[in-house]
T-cell receptor, first 117, second 114 residues
């Protein structure tokens, strides 16, 4: 079974600053995907960024980037130039890569991020 | 298309009653997932449909839970003889096979069992 651990229940950052959210995972799989999802208050969860385990290059999406360390099983999210709209719960998630599988997501407990003016 | 739609948004029920939730996925998406999210936890996988076929069920899905996806379109999740431990947010997500691994989530149905 795969476990996803987010060790920071809550974090706070000032607007325009940079913040890093941590995530570690445990798996015996070699092929898998990692995700960061954002869940704003009372709104649906949306995908922030995705990383394929076979890719060495870290994924980047505008102000969001990851530091993927496969050997250490670490997958942190860096948010640059934080904005008030970044305030949300952030979930790290793991997906096995199995042909014809259900592609179910295995989530961590989440990190609540508050961006302050 | 307005995304994944879930109804109702909130449901309060007495212990022992049956409840049914509905999920309308994005129209062309053939994969549909149900997750359960309790307070302070991340979503936990319940079950998955590819078109109308239910292909995977979590051990969390007890005999009191049943899900259907007739005709491969909308899906329903029914909980029979509800218990207080069933109180949670029930999330539905959909995705399109072979195009993207991104799952699109609905806003969820919050169930409170009193």
């Amino acid at each position: 079974a795969q476990t996803v651990t987010q060790s920071q229940p809550e974090m706070s950052v000032q607007e325009a600053e940079t913040v890093t959210l941590s995530c570690t995972y445990d798996t015996s799989e070699n092929n898998y995907y990692l995700f960061w999802y954002k869940q704003p208050p009372s709104r649906q969860m949306i995908l922030v960024i995705r990383q394929e385990a076979y890719k060495q290059q870290n994924a980047t999406e505008n102000r969001f980037s990851v530091n993927f360390q496969k050997a250490a099983k670490s997958f942190s999210l860096k948010i640059s130039d934080s904005q008030l709209g970044d305030t949300a719960m952030y979930f790290c998630a793991f997906m096995k890569h199995v042909v014809n599988s259900g592609y179910a997501l295995n989530f961590g407990k989440g990190t609540s991020l508050l961006v302050t003016p | 298309d307005t995304g994944v739609s879930q109804n109702p948004r909130h449901k309060i029920t007495k212990r022992g009653q049956n409840v049914t939730f509905r999920c309308d996925p994005i129209s062309e998406h053939n994969r549909l997932y149900w997750y359960r999210q309790t307070l302070g936890q991340g979503p936990e996988f319940l079950t998955y449909f590819q078109n109308e076929a239910q292909l995977e069920k979590s051990r969390l899905l007890s005999d009191r839970f049943s899900a259907e996806r007739p005709k491969g379109s909308f899906s329903t999740l029914e909980i029979q003889r509800t218990e207080q431990g069933d109180s949670a947010m029930y999330l539905c997500a959909s995705s399109l096979e072979r195009v993207s691994l991104e799952a699109f989530f609905g806003q969820g149905t919050r169930l409170t069992v009193v």
